[in-house]
């Protein structure tokens, strides 16, 4: 049986796409774009460095005078900023485009369920019980694991060694050089930070006295206080830089600008790199560790009903 042709922008029944359709199917095509420059911003990073390098290899190189080295100053603070600014903002750009990505947002997704479940169950009031009990416990397996390899047994390393110096366990005649080494870092071992606020966060002013923390209003008033400042420093800055155009630039003059650029451009490269992995890797890696802290605080809960009794 013979398709019969169709035209562009219907779709199998021949019907125009709704607008809720071609919304969506852009938004897959902006998402397809970004991710090839994602995946391809590598392969284009080398060519432009082969490039560098070869342009660098048909020139003749030199290291300037003392007295050319100080008048560079002005030249590196401008390089600094262009790609320190460069660098924060790509990374704000891969930050955005973390935050848009299917992996955090299923990330996201997933720890809310598990913070919702576990707020249902009522039991937030013993977060910071459990993470007395998770600390108590990290820090006596670390312990144990040190003292298995010498074959020294817990028990009797809190009778004898947990509270003595250094110098009294090196001079013990019973022990070993080993094992007077592996009870001195057990000793050195200190339990791990972890709050509930750490799992499950109360809000951006969860730690501070004031529950709801700086208001808009004041906010907006730092904010442009710190632009003012920042603008007039810039503004000073510009006000004292005199460029003179070149008339007549060179082949090495452009091996110059070429490989100064790419730096910067590398940079950005960078800060888009991290941002997005801050955010795909980082942060997922981050809630994917609450959520196993969450169930095993329901489990904590769920087999020590007498602690909730008493």
């Known amino acids: 049986m013979a398709m019969e042709k169709l035209t562009f922008g219907q779709d199998a029944s021949g019907n125009p796409p709704t607008f809720e359709e071609r919304t969506l199917r852009a938004q897959h095509d902006r998402k397809k774009l970004k991710k090839s420059a994602v995946n391809n911003a ?3 990073i080398g060519a432009m460095m082969v490039l560098v390098a070869i342009i660098f290899l048909t020139t003749e190189v030199h290291i300037g005078s003392f007295v050319d080295v100080v008048k560079m100053g002005l030249t590196t603070l401008m390089l600094l900023w262009c790609t320190y600014f460069t660098y924060v903002a790509c990374s704000d750009s891969g930050t955005r485009a973390g935050l848009a990505s299917d992996t955090y947002i299923n990330a996201t997704a997933a ?6 479940g576990f707020t249902a169950l009522g039991y937030q009031t013993r977060l910071p019980e459990f993470c007395r009990s ?6 006596e397996e670390a312990r144990r694991a040190i003292l298995m390899d010498v074959d020294i047994p817990y028990e009797l390393y809190l009778e004898k ?25 057990t000793n050195n071992i200190r339990p791990i930070h972890l709050t509930a606020n750490m799992i499950l966060p109360c809000g951006h002013a969860g730690h501070m006295r004031n529950p ?16 003012l400042f920042t603008s007039t420093l810039t503004s000073m800055f510009a006000a004292a830089l005199i460029v003179d155009a070149i008339l007549n630039p060179s082949w090495g003059m452009f091996v110059t600008v ?9 940079n950005g490269y960078f800060g888009y790199k991290f941002g997005f992995e801050n955010v795909v890797v980082d942060t997922v890696h981050y809630m994917e560790g609450q959520q ?15 602690s909730e009794a008493a």
Not at 134 to 139: F, G, Q, R
Not at 293 to 304: F, H, K, P, S, V
């Open 161 to 185: 060694y947990i509270r003595r110096r250094w110098r009294d366990i090196w001079r013990d005649r019973e022990l070993t050089r080993r094992q007077a080494f592996a009870i001195i870092r």
């Open 111 to 116: 720890y809310k369920d598990a913070k919702d």
């Open 258 to 266: 070429v490989i100064k650029v790419s730096m910067i451009i590398l």
């Open 292 to 306: 196993d802290l969450i169930r095993q605080a329901i489990e904590y809960c769920d087999t020590n009903q007498q």
């Open 212 to 227: 709801l923390g700086l208001s808009p209003e004041k906010k907006k008033r730092i904010q442009f206080a710190w632009k």
């Open 42 to 44: 590598g392969l284009m």
């Open 134 to 139: 998770y600390v108590a416990t990290e820090l």
